[in-house]
Each structure stands twice: as C-alpha cells, then as structure tokens.
C-alpha cells in the first residue's frame, strides 16, 4: 500500500506547464482570447520598452546599468548584422533588433517560476520563422527580379549535378521556417520539461539530493540556452538576409 501511494507521488507530467489556458477562465479559446501566452508576451514587451525606452531616456556619457545594457545589447546586434550580412543589411537592423531582443526578453522571463516559457510554443516561434521567410524572399525578388533565383542554382557544379542540386536546394530553402521555429521551440521546451522532472524526484527522500544538484544544473543551462537560441536564430536571419542580398553561389 505504501509502495502504491509512493509510485502516486512520484507521478509527474513534465508537459502540462506548456499548456495554453484562458486568463479569465473557461475551456473555449478563439483568436481573440487572452491567454497565459498573451499574457506574457505583453510583459515581454513591456520589458523591452522598459529597457530600450525608459531605461535610456536619461542618456549620459557615463551611462547607467540600465543604459550600458540596452548599448551592449544594440552593439551585439549591430555587428552580428554587419559581420554575417554586410554593411548592405544595417539598413533592416531595426527588424533583426526586434527580433533578438523580443525571443531573449520572452527565454528569460520563461525562466521565472510559476512563468509561462512563450517561445515554447510552436505557434509562436512559426510566426517569427515564417515572417523572416516571406520578408527576406520578397526583398530578395525586389531586389533581383528572376535573378534571385540564382540561388538555388549552383553554377560552381559540374553541369549534370546542377538540376540535382537545384532541386536540393529548393527543399532546403522551403524547409527553413521548419528547421528555424522547431529548433527555438524544441530547445525551450526540453530544458523546461527536465527541470520539471527534476522537480518531481526532489519529493523522494533518497534521490533528493541528487535531484536539486540536476535542478540546479539544468537552470543552468537553460539560462545559456536562452541566450544561445536568440542567438542562433538571429544569426540564422542574417544569413538568410545575406542570401536574399547576395542570391548567386
């Protein structure tokens, strides 16, 4: 009977923190209602807007804390768009800005207890992928016409393989919102759903110990992982500015 109760406690569904519910109750949600997500997707912003806006208002020479991060922030940024993409791409830095500093804001505030982890949701990161998607595959035909299309043509090949590799580069440039919003969402996901199983081993006397040590640890990592996957797919947008700038191989 004890063994039963104990195999009860030790019950864990690491999933359901990742659940979408409505702030004002009920079980139907449309587009329209406020969510947990809603929820702190706002506060992200907020954050930004108190970081970015209120928090340099008051510009100095010898800056604030909150001043040298938002310029710390919009250097980093800055000189990954200029190194990865060009001088060319500072022109479509603000939207790269928005980008970073929106999925970092919405990484770290996941990271509070009792938060709701937003760029966990696929939903959410398929938007941001397929809006980088469509804007730099218009700007790219803007730019070029039909020569934009030199892109997936490998003329470096020998000529047989080009029709071969045509086709591979194709599928490989429609695949890029997959690959670009599951690898965000996927790694969010898994560092959350760990710590949560983590958590449900603390409960049992023996193995508490070890339990906090991989609590501990897999915070850890999961406030690298927050930086390292805005990161990542802010890199990734500028390489994919980069093709729509520069299309021929």
């Known amino acids: 009977?004890?063994?039963?109760?104990?195999?009860?406690?030790?019950?864990?569904?690491?999933?359901?923190?990742?659940?979408?519910?409505?702030?004002?109750?009920?079980?139907?949600?449309?587009?329209?209602?406020?969510?947990?997500?809603?929820?702190w997707m706002a506060l992200a912003v907020l954050a930004i807007i108190g970081l970015l806006v209120l928090g340099t208002r008051k510009r100095a020479i010898v800056p604030s804390r909150t001043q040298s991060v938002a310029e710390l922030a919009y250097g980093f940024v800055h000189s990954m768009v200029e190194d990865v993409a060009g001088k060319e791409a500072l022109k479509y830095f603000p939207y790269i800005m928005t980008l970073f500093i929106f999925i970092v804001f919405s990484n770290f505030l996941g990271l509070i207890p009792m938060s709701f982890s937003t760029?966990?949701?696929?939903?959410?990161?398929?938007?941001?992928?397929?809006?980088?998607?469509?804007?730099?595959?218009l700007l790219g035909f803007y730019l070029h016409g039909m020569k934009f299309l030199g892109l997936f043509w490998v003329s470096a090949a020998p000529?047989?393989?080009?029709?071969?590799?045509?086709?591979?580069?194709?599928?490989?440039?429609?695949?890029?919102?997959?690959?670009?919003?599951?690898?965000?969402?996927?790694?969010?996901?898994?560092?959350?759903?760990?710590?949560?199983?983590?958590?449900?081993?603390?409960?049992?006397?023996?193995?508490?110990?070890?339990?906090m040590v991989g609590i501990v640890a897999m915070f850890g990592m999961?406030?690298?992982?927050?930086?390292?996957?805005?990161?990542?797919?802010?890199?990734?947008?500028?390489?994919?500015?980069?093709?729509?700038?520069?299309?021929?191989?």
């Open 1 to 39: 009977m004890a063994a039963e109760e104990q195999a009860e406690g030790m019950q864990f569904h690491p999933m359901e923190q990742f659940t979408v519910e409505p702030l004002f109750g009920g079980d139907t949600i449309h587009w329209y209602t406020p969510t947990n997500v809603t929820l």
């Open 119 to 137: 760029t966990s949701q696929i939903a959410v990161t398929v938007v941001l992928a397929i809006l980088v998607f469509v804007s730099v595959t």
């Open 159 to 211: 000529l047989p393989l080009r029709p071969v590799l045509a086709v591979i580069e194709i599928i490989s440039y429609f695949v890029r919102p997959v690959s670009h919003s599951i690898r965000l969402a996927g790694n969010v996901m898994a560092g959350h759903a760990v710590i949560e199983v983590f958590a449900t081993f603390a409960g049992a006397i023996l193995i508490a110990p070890l339990a």
């Open 222 to 249: 999961d406030v690298l992982v927050a930086f390292i996957q805005a990161y990542v797919f802010t890199i990734l947008t500028c390489v994919y500015l980069k093709d729509a700038l520069h299309p021929s191989h």
